[in-house]
């Protein structure tokens, strides 16, 4: 798929990287075009100088076409801004945005653009976010064959309690990230939209995650 990012600094440099190992384009947007010297040399993804929310600047990065867009510069109001139109005027799947201020977390995930502080702020962490089928493993215990991972709760989930989720022996969901803040889940809490699920979970089981959560739990 097509990604966007806005920002060229060290997490949009990273960002870029691995976007494209794993196989997706990308363009790269900064206002300062000293910025694209972070790239490795190998990045084939566009370079544009200008700001991340101007439209002729997107339009030329191939906003269109795009299905995910992250917003990594240095300044909230730059992010939010860019990251509210390629959402709400273009129409794209999946856009991050990165923030300072969490407490501004939970105003705009309600807009439906997920954000992640600065102090938890890692590649993995967008990257597991806009590629959640790719990506969904965040941890390895020991030989591989439990691992830690995490995604987003299905739509069929929301509204339901967690205490279905558990599967004896194969999977244990251990946290609920809400509006970027984790919690340890108790028997009474009921699954919210826009929720990050973690899961203990034996590798094996990982690919078929998603579909077994949707049959799971009872409405609260």
């Known amino acids: 798929m097509h990604v966007i990012i806005a920002g060229c600094g060290r997490v949009g440099s990273e960002l870029a990287a691995n976007l494209e190992?794993?196989?997706?384009?990308?363009?790269?947007?900064?206002?300062?075009?000293?910025a694209f010297e972070r790239l490795r040399h190998d990045i084939k993804g566009a370079q544009l100088t200008g700001f991340v929310f101007d439209?002729?600047?997107?339009?030329?990065?191939?906003?269109?076409?795009?299905?995910?867009?992250?917003?990594?510069?240095?300044?909230?109001?730059?992010?939010?801004?860019?990251?509210?139109?390629?959402k709400e005027?273009?129409?794209?799947?999946?856009?991050?945005?990165?923030?300072?201020?969490?407490?501004?977390?939970?105003?705009?995930?309600?807009?439906?653009?997920?954000?992640?502080?600065?102090?938890?702020?890692?590649?993995?962490?967008?990257?597991?976010q806009m590629l959640p089928d790719d990506?969904?493993?965040?941890y390895t215990v020991d030989n591989?064959?439990?691992?830690v991972a995490a995604l987003p709760a299905p739509p069929e989930t929301v509204g339901k309690n967690v205490s279905g989720f558990d599967l004896g022996g194969r999977r244990k969901l251990i946290?609920?990230?809400?509006?970027?803040?984790?919690?340890v889940p108790d028997e009474t809490?009921?699954?919210?939209?826009?929720?990050?699920l973690h899961f203990s979970i034996i590798r094996g089981d990982v690919a078929s995650l998603s579909e077994e959560l949707k049959k799971v739990g009872r409405p609260e």
Request: proline share 4%; glycine share 8%; hydrophobic share 40%.
């Open 144 to 147: 591989g064959e439990v691992v």
């Open 55 to 86: 439209k002729g600047v997107l339009e030329e990065a191939g906003i269109r076409r795009a299905e995910a867009f992250a917003s990594v510069t240095s300044g909230d109001n730059s992010n939010i801004v860019s990251a509210r139109m390629a």
């Open 189 to 196: 809490l009921a699954i919210q939209d826009g929720d990050i």
């Open 89 to 128: 005027h273009y129409r794209v799947h999946q856009v991050v945005a990165r923030i300072y201020d969490p407490r501004r977390a939970q105003i705009y995930q309600r807009l439906g653009i997920q954000t992640v502080a600065t102090v938890r702020w890692t590649t993995d962490q967008i990257l597991r």
């Open 21 to 34: 190992r794993l196989g997706h384009t990308t363009a790269i947007i900064d206002k300062n075009p000293k």
């Open 135 to 138: 990506i969904p493993v965040e």
């Open 175 to 183: 946290s609920v990230s809400r509006f970027g803040v984790p919690r």
